[in-house]
């Protein structure tokens, strides 16, 4: 089972930029498709954006135009780049890993607070 532990949360001010890292203790090459997910306090956790083994892209309309997700497979590495943040955008972010078959692998999170 490959563990994710992402990193790279913190305190940003409205209209401030964070980039958020995945990082995978195997190949990233195995997962069929990664994604970010984020939860905030008292609600679900919500599906933000996919990036596919075949670089197909989709985004949360809460956050297109405004999060890249990217990948680096040598560094086995998931990305999320957040620009323009808003307050509504702070939450637990997470990725997570699919592989064919159904099984998938979870990271545990880091805290994004968007805040003046």
């Known amino acids: 089972q490959v563990q994710l532990v992402e990193s790279g949360g913190g305190l940003v001010q409205p209209g401030g930029s964070l980039r958020l890292s995945c990082a995978a203790s195997?190949?990233?090459?195995?997962?069929?498709?990664m994604a970010w997910y984020r939860q905030a306090p008292g609600k679900q956790r919500d599906w933000i954006a996919t990036?596919?083994?075949?670089?197909?892209?989709n985004y949360a309309d809460s956050v297109k135009g405004r999060f890249t997700i990217s990948r680096d497979s040598p560094k086995n590495t998931l990305y999320l780049q957040m620009n323009s943040l808003k307050p509504e955008d702070t939450a637990v972010y997470y990725c997570?890993?699919?592989?064919?078959?159904?099984?998938?692998?979870w990271g545990k999170g880091t805290q994004v607070t968007v805040s003046s």
């Open positions: 195997g190949s990233i090459s195995s997962f069929f498709a």
């Open positions: 997570k890993g699919a592989w064919t078959g159904g099984r998938e692998s």
């Open positions: 990036i596919t083994e075949a670089d197909r892209i």
